[in-house]
């Protein structure tokens, strides 16, 4: 069934000369165009500071669609009428004066009204006042808000008091961008569709889990923000334990928000708690030296430019993460994540038991487990790694393993795959919430995150050094063959 949107849509976009807007927001925005799915009449107020004008910053907005949307995706006329849509006004988000213009321009009032704020978290409770003190939203409005929420449990339930002060939690849409990407809607499907997966989906035939988000990037000019966060916040606390969830919750009862919201957050409160005593066992905490990325030499992440010298915050985090309870009981999920990897890699393997009694050639039986691999990105698809015999008459009965593979932009040829923003701009638009992040999700991620990060503090370590273009630390090499396994790209 194709969905359209006859709703049309007012968008406040807070930021709208910044790099998310520019890199993803007007992008997804136009793409959404293209396909037809925003209703005649629907408008954006681009709000920012600069003293620019409306024609300016399409011209602006012109050249960056050229430069950010696939030529082979990219028509001058629909850039054009997508633009018509699109008008500036200079505002200076802390001024609660400069709202009253955003009323005047708001001549539609049935027009949905969509506030999404690509601005420092520290302005949200700001623009949340000030569009209520100056009438701009309703207990209709939708409101789209970027991560991070916080820096940690604390400072997240602040941000999230100050929006809850002016909306309630149906209004709210926390973005995780991963939740967007059509592999992870699509284990969704994957897991609740195929009751071949379905029934196979615990601690009885799965024997563990790997979930690695590789960047072969190093800081990228963005050394003060991340040198704040480190990967943990940056990446685990939100992407991977949202993946974590997916893979891990149970069936809900239905596709509702809420249904697959409670969900996970059951998962995230049977995460067990990392307490001190496991952080040897647990966690590894890296940081990159100078070494190499594509054949070329780079520095380390403490020779970055701007940074300072004597930082001790992770480009690099491996943990063992343990559910507990009856699914995942004895299931370990290790993760992986960090910056100049030898690549950019996102996946998920789900690692199967061996079958009960093995009765090929014992030489071949480390190949005897399944494994799915559903990979995020580069190439979005999955592969279900089986076995079957070697052709050949001199082969008698050797095992092969080989996937039966699905690519989905060479399967499924025709449709582009969309990029996560155009999925979560789309379901905003459609009022639906499943794909975003409700508080308590939130909170229960940071109250598990917290805790690793506090024992970090106490035992007051620096992080253990990896370079450019390796797979992180050895350390997180020890971890997993400790159990007597190995990561997936090192088997
Ligand atoms: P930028 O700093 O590039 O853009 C922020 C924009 O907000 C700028 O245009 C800035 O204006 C404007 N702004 C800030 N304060 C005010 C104010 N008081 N009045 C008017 N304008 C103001 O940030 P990003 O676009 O990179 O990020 C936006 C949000 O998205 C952040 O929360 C970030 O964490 C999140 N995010 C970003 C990602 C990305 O890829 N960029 C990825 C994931 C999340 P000015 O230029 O005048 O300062």
């Known amino acids: 069934m194709v969905e359209h949107s006859n709703t049309r849509c007012d968008i406040l976009l807070f930021g709208a000369l910044g790099d998310l807007a520019r890199r993803k927001l007007f992008p997804a925005l136009y793409h959404l165009e293209r396909a037809g799915l925003l209703a005649a009449g629907s408008r954006i107020l681009a709000l920012a500071r600069s003293q620019t004008t409306t024609r300016e910053v399409r011209e602006r907005l012109f050249s960056q669609l050229r430069q950010h949307v696939k030529d082979r995706d990219f028509d001058p006329e629909i850039a054009e009428a997508f633009l018509g849509r699109v008008e500036y006004c200079v505002l200076d988000f802390s001024d609660p004066q400069g709202y009253h213009a955003l009323r005047e321009w708001r001549d539609e009032p049935n027009n949905e009204l969509i506030v999404y704020m690509a601005t420092p978290p520290s302005m949200y409770g700001v623009i949340a006042r000030n569009l209520k003190a100056t009438d701009c939203c309703n207990e209709r409005t939708r409101v789209v808000v970027e991560k991070p929420i916080g820096h940690d449990l604390e400072s997240s339930r602040v941000i999230n008091d100050e929006l809850g002060e002016v909306y309630r939690e149906n209004q709210l849409f926390r973005i995780d961008h991963y939740l967007g990407k059509e592999t992870v809607q699509n284990l969704i499907a994957l897991r609740f569709a195929n009751n071949l997966f379905a029934s196979q989906w615990d601690q009885n035939h799965i024997s563990h889990v790997e979930i690695t988000v590789a960047e072969s990037v190093g800081i990228e000019g963005r050394w003060g923000y991340f040198d704040q966060a480190g990967q943990i916040r940056d990446m685990i606390q939100n992407h991977l334990l949202q993946l974590l969830c997916l893979i891990a919750m149970d069936p809900p009862a239905d596709l509702s928000a809420d249904s697959i919201r409670d969900e996970k957050v059951k998962v995230l409160k049977a995460l067990k708690q990392i307490s001190p005593d496991m952080m040897d066992q647990y966690v590894v905490r890296g940081q990159y030296t100078a070494g190499t990325s594509d054949g070329k030499p780079v520095p380390g992440y403490l020779q970055e430019e701007g940074a300072n010298r004597g930082s001790a915050t992770e480009t690099f985090v491996a943990l063992k993460a343990e559910i507990d309870n009856w699914r995942w009981s004895g299931v370990p999920f290790y993760i992986r994540t960090g910056k100049r990897l030898p690549e950019k890699l996102s996946q998920i393997i789900i690692h199967f038991k061996p079958a009960p009694h093995y009765i090929f050639d ?51 040829e025709a449709d582009r795959i969309p990029d996560a923003y155009e999925r979560l701009l789309w379901e905003v638009m459609k009022g639906n919430q499943y794909l975003f992040v409700r508080r308590d999700e939130v909170e229960y991620a940071w109250r598990w995150v917290d805790r690793i990060i506090g024992n970090w503090k106490d035992r007051g370590e620096p992080p253990k050094r990896y370079a450019a273009g390796t797979w992180g630390p050895v350390a997180s090499i020890a971890m997993i063959t400790r159990d007597g396994r190995s990561w997936y790209e090192d088997a």
Do not use: V, Y
Not at 389 to 412: A, I, V, W, Y
């Open 362 to 412: 014992p030489d071949q039986q480390h190949l005897a487990n399944n494994k799915l691999i559903i990979r995020l990105q580069p190439d979005e698809g999955m592969a279900l790694k089986i076995l079957t015999k070697e052709q050949g008459l001199d082969k008698g009965m050797r095992l092969r393993q080989g996937p039966l593979e699905l690519t989905f932009s060479e399967t499924f």
